[in-house]
T-cell receptor, first 113, second 111 residues
Framework: EPEVTQTPSHQVTQMGQEVILRCVPISNHLYFYWYRQILGQKVEFLVSFYNNEISEKSEIFDDQFSVERPDGSNFTLKIRSTKLEDSAMYFC???????????FGPGTRLTVL | AQTVTQSQPEMSVQEAETVTLSCTYDTSESDYYLFWYKQPPSRQMILVIRQEAYKQQNATENRFSVNFQKAAKSFSLKISDSQLGDAAMYFCAYSNYQLIWGAGTKLIIKP
């Protein structure tokens, strides 16, 4: 069964460094999402992406964040200059049409020191 | 703005018993989807069950069923014959495009 994959599973970085979190959505899916979950807190929407552009983003998704679909298969989230409060689990999700449930990847745990 | 509320931070149930997790939401939309996701300690997000708002019939998936009350904006999850593997965080989520999440309920299964 096809699934969303994410790499790395765990990333440790120093404050101020750039990180790129990678996702490979399910191949025939058209809608892509990033969410984050700070430990012990609720899941928060970051951004949605469709037709090679951002369709919606939350207040969290400020200028430090960017997303890209560089090659038709990968979907990346870049954090330009990480802060301590960026430490969280980051989930990628995709779905084939607007009216399906989202399929989640296993998450990347980001630790900012 | 849409919101999702899960008023039970933690619930416990005896193995083989039935437990109901509560969820309420607020929206002015008439067409939307509701989901229950399970997050075990591995932190993987696993879809348990989905409900389309236009369907009056409550969704069922094996031991999992929902009580969807559209007028009351309530969407509870019933787990029958609870098993040790059901222990996890359970999140209720609302969607008409992006997912809006509740704070989660930690379900403990007592052997």
């Amino acid at each position: 069964e096809p699934e969303v994959t994410q790499t790395p599973s765990h990333q440790v970085t120093q404050m101020g460094q750039e990180v790129i979190l990678r996702c490979v959505p399910i191949s025939n899916h058209l809608y892509f999402y990033w969410y984050r979950q700070i430990l012990g807190q609720k899941v928060e929407f970051l951004v949605s992406f469709y037709n090679n552009e951002i369709s919606e983003k939350s207040e969290i998704f400020d200028d430090q964040f960017s997303v890209e679909r560089p090659d038709g298969s990968n979907f990346t989230l870049k954090i330009r200059s990480t802060k301590l409060e960026d430490s969280a689990m980051y989930f990628c999700a995709s779905k084939p049409t607007l009216y399906n449930e989202q399929f989640f990847g296993p998450g990347t745990r980001l630790t900012v020191l | 703005a849409q919101t999702v509320t899960q008023s039970q931070p933690e619930m416990s149930v005896q193995e083989a018993e039935t437990v109901t997790l509560s969820c309420t939401y607020d929206t002015s939309e008439s067409d939307y989807y509701l989901f229950w996701y399970k997050q075990p300690p591995s932190r993987q997000m696993i879809l348990v069950i989905r409900q389309e708002a236009y369907k009056q019939q409550n969704a069922t998936e094996n031991r999992f069923s929902v009580n969807f009350q559209k007028a009351a904006k309530s969407f509870s999850l019933k787990i029958s014959d609870s098993q040790l593997g059901d222990a996890a965080m359970y999140f209720c989520a609302y969607s008409n495009y992006q997912l809006i999440w509740g704070a989660g309920t930690k379900l403990i299964i007592k052997p």
